[in-house]
C-alpha cells in the first residue's frame, strides 16, 4: 500500500515480487450477520469464511473474568432478565442514569447460564439460531483460535492459511469500570 495523497487512501500495486498482498480479513464480533455476535460458533464461522482475526469486544464479570459482549449491560442480546429479573441497578453512565443488567454484578457461573440472540430483530438479520449459543470467555475464544490454527496446519498445508487466526480485542468502558467496581481489566 502506497499513500499518494490525503485524498486517496491506498493503492493496490504489486508487491516487489510481482504479486498483490493479501488482504487483512477481520471477523468483527464473528459472523455476525449470520450467527448471533460474539458466540464462539460466530467467530468459528468467520475463520471458515477466510477470516484472519476475529475482534471481540470484552467485559468484566464480578469474579473478575473477561467475556465476550459487545455492552456492559448484558440484557441487549442475552436472556439475562428473564434468568435475573430483579438484578438490574441503576448507574450514572456520561452523566445519563442507565438501568442495566451490568456484566459486573454477575459471576461468571451466572453468565454460564445465558444464552443469546441477534442484536438487531425484525428480519434485518437471521433469528435462526437465537438462544442457542452461550456468552464465552476470553480463555473460550483463546482456546477456539488454537484449535483453528492447529486443524489450518492439518487442512491446508499452505504458509499463508497456517498463520491466520489471531484476535484483536477491544476492552469496553474500562476506566468507567474501574471507577464502579475497582475491577482493573
Not at 495523497?5 to 449470520?34: D, N, W
Amino acid at each position: 500500500m502506497t499513500l499518494k495523497s490525503k485524498h486517496e487512501c491506498y493503492s493496490i500495486a504489486p508487491s516487489r515480487r510481482g504479486t498483490l498482498a493479501q488482504p487483512l480479513v477481520m471477523g468483527h464480533r464473528g459472523a455476525a450477520f449470520s450467527i448471533p455476535e460474539h458466540t464462539l460458533e460466530a467467530y468459528q464461522l468467520a475463520f471458515e469464511l477466510g477470516a484472519n482475526y476475529v475482534e471481540p469486544d470484552f467485559v468484566p464479570t464480578k469474579d473478575g473474568r473477561l467475556i465476550a459482549h459487545h455492552d456492559i449491560d448484558l440484557s441487549t442480546t442475552t436472556n439475562i432478565a428473564s434468568l435475573f429479573p430483579n438484578r438490574s441497578r441503576t448507574l450514572t453512565l456520561n452523566g445519563v442514569a442507565t438501568t442495566a443488567y451490568f456484566s459486573f454484578d454477575f459471576t461468571l457461573d451466572e453468565v454460564r447460564q445465558l444464552k443469546v440472540r441477534q442484536r438487531f430483530q425484525g428480519g434485518i438479520r437471521s433469528e435462526r439460531y437465537d438462544w442457542l449459543f452461550g456468552v464465552p470467555t476470553l480463555e473460550d475464544i483463546a482456546h477456539l483460535l488454537h484449535q483453528w490454527k492447529e486443524q489450518a496446519k492439518i487442512e491446508y498445508k499452505e504458509p499463508y492459511h497456517v498463520g491466520r487466526g489471531g484476535m484483536w480485542a477491544e476492552l469496553k468502558k474500562p476506566r468507567w469500570i474501574l471507577e464502579q467496581t475497582g475491577i482493573r481489566i
